[in-house]
């Protein structure tokens, strides 16, 4: 398989925390790749690494599609194809919903925006994901779930190689969990590669190839997810007592 993404010897410091020590990380064309760890083991720094929104130290190495990246932008990252929503999803609720994901371009550094060919696309991501909304309703009014789509398709419709999801499910019922975790595997199908940040390990095995696990900044493996329980990778993610082979 190739890999969309290589990262080695990442770290990262903030003042006297070391939020990232000597991180590895592959990521395959078309894999759902999840990322768990207990808070602040560093999870969202290294997508923000990964985002370009943070430096690493020196010494660490970025490789995307083959492309070494001694210095990565928010810029660069998202020309590379690589997407995140965080968990704020950063979505205008004043505007209406294809207006947020027209907005996509825009976002990409593309200035000039071509209203009406930007509207429809924004309606044709929003057929793809199947939300089922009018795309004139104001995001304001959306649930949570709602918005969480408006997002995945904003993203979709910057077009996407990497789609990166911090906590996506915080704050889903079951059933929105269980049409995001469809959805990801339509994503997959279509050859994106997704990290799923979650710290329900239930859900994380339903939807995953592979797991990492990070414990106080450092990584403690990549794990096949057919060959891992929740029970083995909360011992992996907290670092109590646990013999794993
Ligand atoms: P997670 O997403 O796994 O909860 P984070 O990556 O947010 O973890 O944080 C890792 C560690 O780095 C934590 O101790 C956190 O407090 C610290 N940290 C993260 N961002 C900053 C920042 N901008 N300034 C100072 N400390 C930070
Ligand atoms: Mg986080």
Same mark, same amino acid.
């Given at each position: ?56 130290? !020196? ?18 990252? +998202? ?17 209406? %919903? ?23 696309? !924004? %309606?044709? +991501?929003? !057929? ?8 004139? +309703? ?30 996506? +499910? ?26 799923? %940040? ?21 990584? %403690?493996?990549?794990?096949? !997810? ?20």
């Amino acid at each position: 398989m190739t890999n969309f993404l290589e990262m080695s010897g990442i770290s990262k410091r903030f003042g006297g925390v070391h939020a990232l020590r000597d991180v590895d990380l592959t990521l395959e064309v078309g894999e759902v790749h999840c990322l768990v760890g207990e808070n602040g083991s560093g999870k969202s720094t290294l997508i923000k690494i990964i985002s370009g929104v943070e430096a690493p130290e !020196a010494g660490g190495r970025i490789i995307i599609s083959g492309k070494e990246y001694p210095k990565l932008s928010p810029v660069y990252s +998202t020309h590379c194809g690589i997407q995140v929503i965080y968990q704020d999803l950063s979505l205008f609720s004043n505007l209406t %919903v294809v207006e947020n994901i027209a907005m996509a371009h825009h976002l990409g550094g593309v200035h000039t925006v071509n209203w009406s060919s930007m509207r429809a696309v !924004a %309606v044709a +991501t929003m !057929a793809k994901v199947g939300i089922e909304v009018d795309p004139e +309703t104001k995001v304001s009014e959306l649930s949570i779930a709602g918005r969480q789509l408006v997002a995945i398709c904003r993203a979709l419709a910057a077009d996407a190689k990497l789609l990166i999801m911090d906590e996506p +499910t915080a704050s889903l019922t079951r059933h929105e969990v269980n049409t995001l975790i469809k959805l990801v595997s339509d994503l997959k199908r279509s050859g994106i590669c997704v990290v799923f %940040v979650s710290h329900r390990l239930d859900e994380v095995l339903e939807i995953a190839e592979r797991v990492t696990v990070l414990r106080d900044g450092a990584k %403690v493996g990549t794990f096949a !997810a057919a060959a891992i329980d929740s029970g083995k990778l909360s011992h992996l993610m907290t670092g109590k007592a646990f013999e794993y082979q």
